[in-house]
């Protein structure tokens, strides 16, 4: 009986991952086909700390395109970009977060964020 709460529970957490983000990323459903109960602890861990708090979901979403943008994963940075924009997050406040990251990591970090931002939009304006 466990396993089949365990079973809905994985599929509604990667029903809210391909949500926010647009899809199910590659790296998580190769862990879901290979460790489901880790996907599912990492999923766990996902919708935990993104989560509405003291900091919004949308500036959650927000730092981690950053942090990915720093990390120079453009396809990370692109579904958080998504995430950010499913939160509410508006073009202008991505370029200001996009702004912010030149003098603490410079133009490459910039870059990717930018060309991120850019391929969400140009993914955006193809669906309408």
């Not at 990390?71 to 990370?76: F, K, L, S, T, V």
Request: glycine share 6%.
């Amino acid at each position: 009986m466990d396993g089949d709460k365990s079973d809905t529970n994985l599929e509604r957490s990667l029903k809210n991952f391909s949500r926010e983000f647009g899809r199910v990323l590659d790296p998580v459903a190769f862990l879901n086909k290979k460790n489901p109960n880790l996907c599912a602890t990492f999923l766990n861990l996902h919708e935990l700390t993104l989560n509405d708090g003291l900091v919004s979901k949308k500036q959650k979403f927000m730092i981690h395109a950053a942090i990915t943008a720093a990390q120079h994963d453009r396809e990370a940075t692109v579904m958080h970009i998504t995430g950010a924009i499913k939160a509410g997050a508006t073009q202008d406040e991505l370029l200001e977060v996009a702004y912010t990251l030149i003098p603490a990591a410079g133009m490459p970090c910039f870059a990717v964020f930018i060309g991120a931002l850019e391929q969400v939009i140009n993914q955006t304006k193809r669906q309408r």
